[in-house]
């Protein structure tokens, strides 16, 4: 008997020694940004809950996270188990079967909470095929001072036609005060954003419905002249060289009147420790034309669960712990209720608590007011708002940002920008076979 109790013993430890070693490693690859890290130092509560689970992380810069988890995805890998992708990745990537299908998260986890044009943007026929951790459109921020020093006031919903008056009434060269800080740097996620956005209000497109590019169109070339204009008459020097960063820096400094850019940016301005006019800020939705469409963007950065891997289970229950109502209290309890991931919950909206945050009702119904499946005035075969969802638009996007962004700089005319643009679409979606 002692022979054989020596023996169970000696069995059981040697299965208590095992057990970690049967957790199931998860690998997550995420971008670098401040909610992802502060995700990282949570992730104790999901271990806790689910101990047979092991989480590895790969933290990487924004391009190279997006060069990676695409080889990886596209070639079904398997490298990563969970990766973080973006608004204009998924519909691409779902329509190829790379990514698996969360249609079955559980009933807890609540899909209908998921703010409509944020779910919209990541679901493909029916198919939810990612979770979205934050999100974001974009709005006017305004030196509330400032305006009501040129006489105006600003409403909650402006027109392009105000934003133009404004900007102007508001432009002070001499003391190096600019009414419109937008973005003119070249890229398809700078100015290209700015200016698809802007130009979807106007009654633009990218393509008809036959994929025939528009840049020769009368509606692009409102939006052109307008945003040349404006910018000439109430933009910063070296306007043609900023993008996000510089714009912010130029608003925290009080040289900006207005900057129309990401909702995100809302809690950098009124940070009183970095911005000087903190505050005196306000916030207005993006403005329009009468046609129906604003001139705001939508973006989720979110986690998807790629084809290759060999670990569904498991990536789902990550997946929907780290996008949760209960993962967003976590935080709160944590960081306070200004650090909380916005943009992707009604739920969150509702909480008394957080419709304190000064920017959260403006967040809000900025991306409520942008549409991804029907971004534009007239009919188009694409969806997304300030991108159009096919492989080949990062790069005819960059390559038509860059005339516009020369347009602005003096180079090259408005018309010779417009015409080159679609000279280089035409020939881009020829190759890529959208037409003949």
Not at 95 to 121: F, M, T
């Amino acid at each position: 008997m002692n022979i054989l109790a020596r023996a169970l013993m000696g069995a059981s430890a040697i299965a208590l020694l095992a057990s970690p070693a049967l957790a199931e490693k998860l690998t997550i690859a995420t971008v670098n940004n401040g909610d992802m890290i502060r995700m990282q130092k949570l992730t104790g509560d999901f271990t806790a809950k689910n101990p047979d689970i092991e989480l590895e992380w790969v933290t990487l810069e924004e391009n190279i996270l997006r060069q990676r988890v695409t080889t990886d995805v596209a070639t079904k890998g398997g490298q990563y188990d969970v990766m973080t992708i973006g608004t204009y990745e998924v519909p691409i990537w779902g329509k190829k079967g790379w990514l698996v299908s969360l249609n079955d998260l559980p009933a807890s986890w609540d899909v209908d909470d998921i703010l409509p044009a944020i779910r919209g943007g990541l679901t493909v026929d029916g198919e939810l095929y990612a979770a979205p951790f934050y999100g974001e459109s974009s709005m006017v921020m305004y030196r509330k001072d400032l305006m009501e020093k040129a006489g105006l006031t600003m409403p909650d919903a402006p027109t392009w036609e105000f934003i133009g008056k404004a900007a102007r009434a508001m432009t002070d060269k001499d003391n190096e005060i600019y009414g419109a800080c937008l973005r003119g740097k070249a890229g398809w996620g700078e100015n290209m954003a700015f200016l698809t956005a802007t130009a979807n209000s106007f009654g633009a497109k990218w393509f008809d419905m036959d994929w025939n590019p528009q840049f020769d169109g009368d509606a692009w070339k409102a939006t052109l002249n307008f945003y040349l204009d404006l910018l000439n008459d109430a933009g910063p020097p070296g306007v043609s060289n900023n993008g996000f960063n510089e714009n912010l820096s130029l608003f925290q400094t009080g040289k900006c009147g207005m900057w129309i850019d990401a909702t995100v940016a809302a809690s950098f301005v009124t940070n009183t420790k970095d911005s000087m006019v903190a505050d005196k800020v306000g916030f207005a939705l993006a403005p329009d034309n009468g046609l129906g469409k604003r001139g705001n963007w939508l973006w989720a950065w979110s986690l998807a669960i790629p084809a290759g891997t060999q670990k569904i289970e498991s990536a789902k229950k990550f997946v929907a712990w780290a996008t949760s109502k209960e993962y967003l209290a976590l935080v709160a309890a944590n960081e306070g209720w200004a650090n909380v991931p916005p943009g992707t919950r009604t739920s969150l909206y509702e909480n008394a608590e957080y419709a304190k945050v000064p920017f959260a009702k403006m967040t809000l119904d900025s991306i409520n007011s942008a549409d991804p499946t029907n971004p534009t005035v007239d009919p188009v075969p694409y969806v997304g708002v300030q991108f159009v969802a096919i492989p080949e638009f990062q790069g005819i996007a960059t390559s038509v940002g860059q005339q516009f962004s020369a347009a602005l700089a003096g180079t090259i005319s408005a018309d010779e920008a417009l015409a080159n643009a679609q000279a280089l679409t035409v020939r881009a979606m020829k190759r890529a076979g959208y037409i003949k």
